[in-house]
């Protein structure tokens, strides 16, 4: 499992907007300019995330995108499942891969699922509040 960078983005875009006022929408331009990310490029960023109803947008004078949920309800997991094609470590556990024939006689399947499993709980532990304020953070 390798996150990619729209990943990486998409967190960073999202601490971005739970370190704002819960309130208030904030423009693109101005998380683009903090995160020193190519305002394009976040547009697909925060449409994944706006699909994916963790972010709400408002077009217009005084738009812009807040968070849906409160940090302490938005995991790093969430995030990154909308952003991230599989966070699962090898291909035979992806949500859509092709039965394996070899899986009666796989000697390394079940390290593969414990180590999909440990990845999976650690992510959906840690939310935004978490890494607002980094001591908290789960180890």
Do not use: F
């Not at 947008?57 to 995108?65: F, I, Q, S």
């Amino acid at each position: 499992m390798l996150i990619s960078t729209k990943g990486r983005y998409s967190l960073r875009v999202m601490i971005d907007l739970a370190e704002q006022q819960p309130d208030r929408y904030i423009p693109l331009k101005e998380i683009a300019a903090r995160q020193e990310i190519s305002e394009k490029y976040l547009e697909s960023i925060i449409k994944l995330l706006v699909k994916g109803k963790l972010v709400l947008g408002l077009r217009g004078k005084g738009g812009g995108y807040k968070l849906i949920k409160a940090p302490d309800q938005c995991t790093v997991g969430s995030i990154l499942r909308l952003t991230e094609e599989s966070l699962a470590p090898v291909a035979c556990l992806e949500a859509d891969a092709p039965s394996c024939p070899r899986v009666a006689a796989c000697r390394t399947l079940s390290l593969w699922q414990g180590l999909d499993k440990v990845i999976s709980d650690y992510l959906d532990k840690v939310t935004l509040a978490d890494l607002i304020r980094p001591e908290d953070c789960p180890e």
